[in-house]
């Protein structure tokens, strides 16, 4: 169980293309979900918290403008990167937080990440 | 603030037993994990200890937390082969956020 779909896996475009990536949580509700940036070699950086119904959070120094992230459902949240820019090329990960009745101290089920080439 | 830190290289030989260590600085975490990449693939969840625990083993894998000095390792028996993968430390502060590592690569050599 606890499955994370991310769609597509790769997408390579021209500069000023904006591409849109989908996270669904496949077998459980997420009222939260997450978007990463990862470089290569290095960690995980947190873009921003998603929340199912309302505005989604944004980690300092992440334009909102810049990457739309919409959670209209329990169990799709997406990100578009809007006007993509080669500095934008990146492995961009998402992850679903299983709603739990009770508390939430349940750990993060990962999709398995998109790499995106800007040209 | 929150911090992670974890060596970021480890070379082993395949069934030798593989010790990756991570050290944490929010001493109000609830729960720590370790989530293991392989190249081009988004994080799998290997495991994870709450913060009351000391141990946890599960198959292969054994997962010990010194909560005084926030210190986590995860030991792994007879590793082989496809346990090469990069391995993240993570915690979960008393809210939502999840603060992960650098990742330690784990090498196995044949």
């Known amino acids: 169980g606890a499955v994370v779909s991310q769609h597509p896996s790769r997408v390579i475009c021209k500069s000023g293309t904006s591409v849109k990536i989908e996270c669904r949580s496949l077998?459980?509700?997420?009222?939260?979900m997450f978007w990463y940036r990862q470089f290569p070699k290095q960690s995980l950086m947190l873009m921003a918290t998603?929340?199912?119904?309302?505005?989604?959070?944004?980690e300092q120094g992440v334009e909102k403008d810049k990457f739309l992230i919409n959670h209209a459902s329990l169990t799709l949240s997406t990100l578009t990167v809007t006007s993509a820019h080669p500095e934008d090329s990146s492995f961009y990960i998402c992850s679903a937080l299983r709603d739990r009745v009770g508390g939430n101290n349940q750990p993060q089920h990962f999709g398995d990440g998109t790499r995106l080439s800007i040209l | 603030g929150e911090d992670v830190e974890q060596s970021l290289f480890l070379s082993v030989r395949e069934g030798d037993s593989s010790v990756i260590n991570c050290t944490y600085t929010d001493s109000s975490s609830t729960y720590l994990y370790w989530y293991k990449q392989e190249p081009g693939a988004g994080l799998q969840l290997l495991t994870y200890?709450?913060?009351?625990?000391d141990m946890k083993q599960d198959q292969r894998l054994t997962v010990l937390l010194n909560k005084k000095d926030k210190h986590l390792s995860l030991r792994i028996a007879d590793t082989q082969t496809g346990d090469s993968a990069i391995y993240f430390c993570?915690?979960?502060?008393?809210?939502?956020?999840?603060?992960f590592g650098a990742g330690t690569r784990l090498f196995v050599k044949a």
């Open positions: 077998d459980f509700q997420a009222t939260t």
């Open positions: 998603s929340n199912e119904g309302s505005k989604a959070t944004y």
């Open positions: 200890i709450f913060s009351n625990m």
């Open positions: 993570a915690e979960r502060t008393g809210g939502f956020k999840t603060i």
